[in-house]
């Protein structure tokens, strides 16, 4: 089975440009959730796609948007970008199974100049 | 709200010996699941061991487990045996019935030859 795979895996951008990241969930999975990890902390939840709606969304600004598409691939848009979103983000995917696992995928690391 | 902390921003242990990394939860909820997560320089978050809060044995998997002390909300990750392999960040994490992991600051663990 496949995993969950991102690109692109690394980017640099400017101050108030606008990104957009991709995310293609393990096989099987009807969930995908987005965190942002600054450099040396911990993930924070961005937000949550269950049957391409948003099922809940963390303490960002709604310049962070996202999509999840029929084939459960998802994307993270990022307008007006700001110093403050570089960072490595990740996408997840899990199953409405009970089990609550998520699978991560290796990221995006995203510089804002 | 859950807060997840874990005390220790690094620890190093020689090879083949033992380190017990911590971690403190706060929540109000009485079903809820606990994850230890490792993160090596490729970036891609691997899960590492899962426990079910309602569930008193303590989770294993092979040189991994878990110490779950409901009542004072501590869920602290033993690792046996420790191999060069081992080397990574360490992140607790909780989770509620959404999927929203919160996670730790992490812990940097560094396995010497």
């Known amino acids: 089975e496949t995993g969950v795979t991102q690109s692109p895996t690394h980017l640099i951008k400017t101050r108030g440009q606008q990104v957009t990241l991709r995310c293609s969930s393990q096989?099987?999975?009807?969930?995908v959730s987005w965190y942002q990890q600054a450099l040396g902390q911990g993930p924070q939840f961005i937000f949550q796609?269950?049957?391409?709606?948003?099922?809940g969304r963390g303490n960002f600004p709604p310049r962070f948007s996202g999509l999840q598409f029929p084939n459960y691939s998802s994307e993270l848009n990022v307008n007006a970008l700001e110093l403050d979103d570089s960072a490595l983000y990740l996408c997840a995917s899990s199953l409405v199974d009970g089990a609550n696992v998520l699978t991560f995928g290796a990221g995006s690391r995203l510089t804002v100049l | 709200a859950q807060t997840v902390t874990q005390s220790q921003p690094e620890m190093s242990v020689q090879e083949a010996e033992t380190v017990t990394l911590s971690c403190t939860y706060d929540t109000s909820e009485s079903n809820y699941y606990l994850f230890w997560y490792k993160q090596p320089p490729s970036r891609q978050m691997i899960l590492v061991i899962r426990q079910e809060a309602y569930k008193q044995q303590n989770a294993t998997e092979n040189r991994f487990s878990v110490n779950f002390q409901k009542a004072a909300k501590s869920f602290s990750l033993k690792i046996s045996d420790s191999q060069l392999g081992d080397t990574a960040m360490y992140f607790c994490?909780?989770?509620?019935?959404?999927?929203?992991?919160?996670f730790g600051a992490g812990t940097t663990v560094t396995v010497r030859a």
């Open positions: 796609y269950y049957r391409e709606e948003e099922n």
């Open positions: 096989s099987g999975h009807n969930t």
């Open positions: 994490a909780s989770l509620l019935n959404d999927y929203k992991l919160s």
